[in-house]
């Protein structure tokens, strides 16, 4: 299973998506406990999509993000494709389409993949 890489500011978060074909973000907060329940879910749809890389930021650590990404629940699941953003789920996230939609999109995204 993939490491979670902590982002903890926005220039952090921006490099990320800029420097990965396939950029997830995971965005929690501290007292969530919807966000705790969901993160191994989610790790294990990531963990068969080897080419997304993923990182993990918590919103309480860097409320700046949430004006700049306009995140107004948690968890927040942003998937950006060569720095666009292309799938957004929040708060209660539907497993099964999420790993379905995730899925589609890895597998177009695999299709165009700079050399």
Known sequence: ??????????????????N????????????CSVCHAL????????????????????VDDVPELAGHLSIFTAPVLIL????????REARFVHLDQFQHKITKIYQLAEDTEPN
């Open 39 to 58: 993160l191994p879910k989610v790790q294990e749809v990531m963990a068969k999509l080897p080419k997304i890389q993923m990182a993990f930021i918590n």
């Open 20 to 31: 990965h074909h396939l950029a997830f973000l995971y965005i929690s907060k501290t007292n």
């Open 80 to 87: 950006y494709v060569d720095g666009k953003e292309v799938l």
């Open 1 to 18: 299973m993939k490491s979670n890489r902590v982002l903890n500011s926005i220039d952090e978060v921006e490099k990320f998506i800029g």
